[in-house]
């Protein structure tokens, strides 16, 4: 299918851009268009401007400031794949992203601006506490990924605001991603898909963050999870006693790929996994 008419711009700075959608109806912003185009051609999505930023200077570095790693608007996916500054936990999702042509191409604050309820990329950066770097027409703000996630496909960026970088606060701890994707294995977007950050303080688990994607509306917490581990020793046997109570507070839906019982096990199994391995490398 064709995409509805729609006029296009090449954005040469963030004012360029910022400007123009908040001159448009229904403006779009396109960094790898990964997501976009196919929803365009659909027309599932029909704005009526295309904002492009790829021109733009300044969104294509990982960068490390000292208390954290900003992850650039233009950064592909394969790029943080493979970065060394990055925890474990973004690296696999990263690397478990769509298909090989996807993880050249589209990027991670692209994937996270849109927001899917079953990308990988969301899960983690809630795990690890990321900061969402915006900016609009009233300036910069930071959005705490917690909140940023707001319901399917739909993040809190305003109409005319641009996701310029990501930030990972730096921290002691262990991360991991674990996922069962639609076509098996790490396959396709997540049927149900897990984020753990775990930090170990004198062999007790001290700090924890657990985020599920796939199995609901949205990326979300499992806070419930991460208050059982606190102050356990992290073994398998108080791993799978928090992780069975992912479904106390992630609300869980029923789709195509699996009735609610079964994103409720698959999640629990996933939490789980992915805990292990959080704990293992901390």
């Known amino acids: 299918m064709y995409p509805r008419p729609f006029e296009y711009l090449a954005a ?17 912003v396109l960094s790898g268009g990964m997501s976009l185009i196919p929803m365009m051609k659909l027309r599932l999505l029909s704005p009526d401007l295309v904002v492009d930023i790829g021109r733009v200077e300044g969104l294509g570095g990982i960068n490390d400031t000292g208390t954290g790693v900003e992850v650039g608007a233009l950064v592909r996916h394969a790029e943080t794949a493979v970065s060394p500054m990055l925890p474990e936990a973004l690296r696999n999702a990263a690397a478990w992203t769509g298909d090989v042509q996807v993880r050249n191409r589209g990027t991670t604050c692209g994937a996270l601006a849109h927001a899917d309820m079953a990308a990988d990329q969301t899960a983690a950066v809630l795990a690890l506490g990321g900061v969402m770097l915006v900016r609009g027409q009233d300036g910069a703000r930071e959005i705490p990924a917690e909140e940023f996630f707001v319901d399917a496909l739909t993040s809190a960026l305003g109409p005319a605001e641009v996701l310029v970088a990501v930030r990972i606060p730096r921290t002691e701890g262990g991360s991991a991603y674990r996922k069962l994707g639609r076509r098996g294995g790490h396959a396709d977007f997540a049927v149900a898909g897990a984020a753990a950050w775990v930090e170990m303080t004198d062999g007790v ?7 599920l994607t796939g199995v609901g509306l949205r990326a979300e917490l499992a806070r419930v999870t ?44 996933m ?10 490398a901390a």
């Open 12 to 28: 040469q700075s963030l004012d360029d851009a910022i400007r123009e959608l908040s001159n448009s109806d229904y403006g779009k």
């Open 205 to 211: 688990v001290s700090d924890a963050r657990v985020a």
């Open 226 to 269: 991460a208050d059982a581990l606190v102050g356990t020793d992290g073994s398998p046997v108080a791993v799978e006693n928090a992780a069975s109570l992912v479904d106390q507070d992630v609300p869980m839906i029923e789709d195509l790929f699996g009735s609610v019982e079964y994103k409720a096990h698959l999640g629990k199994v």
């Open 271 to 280: 939490a789980r996994r992915a805990i292990l391995a959080a704990v293992e």
